[in-house]
């Protein structure tokens, strides 16, 4: 019953970040008709609502007041470093119709979202040219990856190196964290030219903005990649097919200098294939969402990378459901 209708669940959570709850709730409790007042809610469906998100744990309540959980006002109240409200807003408005039809994806392999033919860059046409799912976009993967940028910052040898290159950026929240966490580091964000006004607001007040750059490019036209001790490629991969991804991975291999090391992190699939619920999910959402993506194992990456001439291989744990591969040069 639990997974049958968890669909409900869902979409309560992704409703009360739509309605804004979380920021409503952001500072002191507040009890049912102020939140129906300030929200604009309707006392019929109000109470069900907001006692729902409490057995949900994402609020609690006492003596008729609601407020956020801790891990609510982390991660679901905007303006907070660990928001990833933008992801959910983007699973309400675009993900959450599109799984409506995966039976149909699975018996086409199609996607059942904007796209409607084979194209080199099926996000550029569905997202990067919309200004509102663009930003949004964006938004959502700050979101996704601010857990995983602060590790890679703190934990992994940057002095050792003096360049790092993010492929496909989006806010650049991966180069503001490294380049804000070293003292010599240039980081570099690299994505396509309509995102650079979104990366230039997310990083002008770091305090390390004079070392983060921003490059327009496309890692399928350009040719060569821009040099780099250290290559990222977070969330890149599954986009695409397994010819394509073998091309990114050697465009890196030519552009990583003599000595230096490639990251790769994503939702990736246990060796077994069994217990990795979302990213298997994950793989399913590039089926509705690509036309030939889907996520891997982290032997299969590695497996990959050595093909692209890179050596070594070594698998992490990352923070949430993420993992990374890391190999040299």
Known sequence: MELGFGFQASKTLLTAVDLGVFDALAGDPKPLADVEDELGLHPRGAADFLDALVALDV???????????????????????????????????????????????????????????????????????NDERLEQFVGAMTGLSAGVANALAREFQWSEYETVVDLGTSEGVVPTQIAEATDEVTAIGLDLPRVEPHFRAFTNDSPAADRIEFRAGDFFEDDPLPPADVYILGHILHDWSLDQKQEILASVSDAVNPGGRVIVYGTMIDEERREAELPLLMSLNMLVETPNGFDYTPSQCIDWLHEAGFEGGEARDLPGPETMVLART
């Open 59 to 129: 609020l609690d309540s006492e003596d008729g007041q609601y407020r956020n959980t801790p891990a609510a006002d982390a991660f679901l109240v905007s303006g907070s470093p660990s928001y990833i409200g933008g992801l959910l807003e983007m699973a309400n408005d675009r993900l959450y119709g599109f799984w409506g039809d995966l039976e149909q994806a699975l018996r086409t392999g199609r996607p059942t979202n904007e796209l409607e033919d084979d194209q080199t860059h099926p996000f550029e046409e569905a997202i990067y040219q």
